[in-house]
């Protein structure tokens, strides 16, 4: 399968799961309600019915900004201090999500219903969840050893340089250099969770490493689908902050409609996770070896397996 056709048909296999996405969106924004009203009682005891909230509405004022951090700071404080919990929470909440996605996607069904959405979920969360503290422990390693090395040849290239532009594209190149082999971890993990799936695996380091070995055997197709999938969300994205800028929320209207937008957005987001696994779930199943068996006898069928990575 070129990546090409896994793109387009992740893009309607993503459509024909409106009601896997609409449970994604329900318990992600479930998920982020408590730090919400927290934030939110803290924006009220602070503007209250003052005018610094449509100050701020009509544009960034630094001087009612400042004086609200000032204010504020403690409060403020405990509400960032409950983000890294709901990250967290977020995370757990998602690699429980991930089970019942693929389990939908693992076969070629229109649509997959809801209680085999959860079954999935609760089947696969405990080699899930082993998986994702796996990974984070090589994240832990490899993003302060690239940090290191990155400060290293940013000392070595713009310690003499004089230009502006100079400092500006090494600054992208360093970016482009975290950003590709973090991207690579997380598609491994993404290929290791269809393994466990797909092949019902239970060695969780086994599992890993196989991913890890058919990611870098089909590099290009594997890496090549996740850039034109990358495509996407960004221009999802772009279209939201394009709406975002022209329309504003200065008016009970444009707040309204900014909110509708957002919410779109959201659902977009909820979308586009079951987008990247349907794709990579295509790709991984076509790019897995058969073994044709055939029953003696005439008219036997001939049976087609795929064998692990």
């Given at each position: 399968?070129?990546i090409v056709?896994?793109?387009?048909?992740?893009f309607r296999?993503?459509?024909?799961e409106?009601?896997?996405?609409?449970?994604?969106?329900?318990i992600?924004?479930?998920?982020?309600?408590?730090l919400a009203m927290?934030?939110?009682?803290?924006?009220k005891a602070?503007?209250?019915?003052s005018?610094?909230?449509?100050?701020?509405?009509g544009g960034?004022?630094?001087?009612v900004?400042?004086?609200?951090m000032?204010?504020?700071y403690?409060?403020?404080?405990?509400?960032?201090?409950?983000?890294?919990?709901?990250?967290?929470?977020?995370?757990?909440?998602?690699t429980?999500?991930?089970g019942g996605?693929?389990t939908?996607?693992?076969?070629?069904?229109?649509?997959?219903?809801i209680?085999?959405?959860?079954s999935?979920?609760?089947?696969?969360?405990?080699r899930?969840?082993r998986?994702f503290?796996l990974?984070?422990i090589?994240?832990?390693?490899?993003?302060p050893i690239?940090?290191?090395?990155?400060?290293?040849?940013s000392?070595?290239?713009?310690r003499?340089?004089t230009?502006?532009i100079?400092?500006?594209?090494?600054?992208?190149i360093?970016i482009?250099l975290f950003?590709v082999?973090?991207?690579?971890?997380?598609m491994i993990?993404?290929y290791a969770?269809?393994?466990v799936v797909?092949?019902?695996e239970?060695a969780?380091?086994?599992t890993a490493?196989?991913s890890?070995?058919?990611?870098f055997?089909h590099?290009?197709?594997?890496?090549?689908?996740e850039?034109?999938?990358?495509?996407?969300?960004?221009?999802?994205?772009?279209?939201?902050?394009l709406?975002?800028?022209?329309?504003g929320?200065?008016?009970y209207?444009?707040?309204i409609?900014?909110l509708?937008?957002?919410q779109?957005?959201m659902?977009?987001r909820?979308?586009?996770?079951v987008?990247?696994f349907?794709?990579?779930?295509?790709?991984?199943q076509?790019l897995?070896?058969v073994?044709?068996?055939t029953v003696?006898?005439a008219g036997?069928?001939?049976v087609i397996e795929?064998?692990?990575p």
């Amino acid at each position: 399968m070129t990546i090409v056709r896994a793109f387009s048909s992740s893009f309607r296999r993503a459509i024909s799961e409106p009601k896997m996405v609409l449970v994604l969106f329900v318990i992600n924004i479930l998920t982020a309600i408590p730090l919400a009203m927290a934030f939110r009682g803290v924006l009220k005891a602070g503007l209250g019915s003052s005018m610094a909230a449509s100050e701020l509405m009509g544009g960034m004022d630094f001087t009612v900004f400042a004086d609200f951090m000032r204010l504020h700071y403690e409060e403020l404080s405990a509400v960032f201090n409950q983000i890294a919990w709901v990250m967290a929470l977020y995370m757990l909440v998602n690699t429980f999500l991930s089970g019942g996605i693929l389990t939908g996607l693992r076969w070629n069904s229109s649509s997959s219903s809801i209680s085999e959405f959860f079954s999935g979920c609760g089947r696969y969360f405990a080699r899930f969840l082993r998986l994702f503290f796996l990974f984070v422990i090589v994240l832990v390693i490899f993003v302060p050893i690239l940090t290191v090395v990155l400060a290293l040849l940013s000392q070595l290239f713009i310690r003499n340089s004089t230009s502006e532009i100079t400092d500006f594209v090494f600054g992208c190149i360093q970016i482009v250099l975290f950003m590709v082999p973090v991207t690579i971890i997380l598609m491994i993990s993404d290929y290791a969770k269809i393994a466990v799936v797909v092949n019902d695996e239970t060695a969780m380091v086994k599992t890993a490493w196989r991913s890890t070995k058919f990611v870098f055997n089909h590099f290009f197709k594997t890496f090549g689908l996740e850039l034109l999938m990358l495509l996407v969300p960004l221009v999802l994205f772009a279209i939201y902050m394009l709406l975002d800028l022209s329309i504003g929320m200065t008016t009970y209207l444009t707040i309204i409609v900014m909110l509708i937008i957002q919410q779109i957005f959201m659902v977009s987001r909820a979308w586009s996770k079951v987008f990247f696994f349907a794709g990579e779930m295509s790709l991984y199943q076509s790019l897995q070896p058969v073994v044709n068996s055939t029953v003696e006898g005439a008219g036997a069928p001939i049976v087609i397996e795929p064998l692990k990575p």
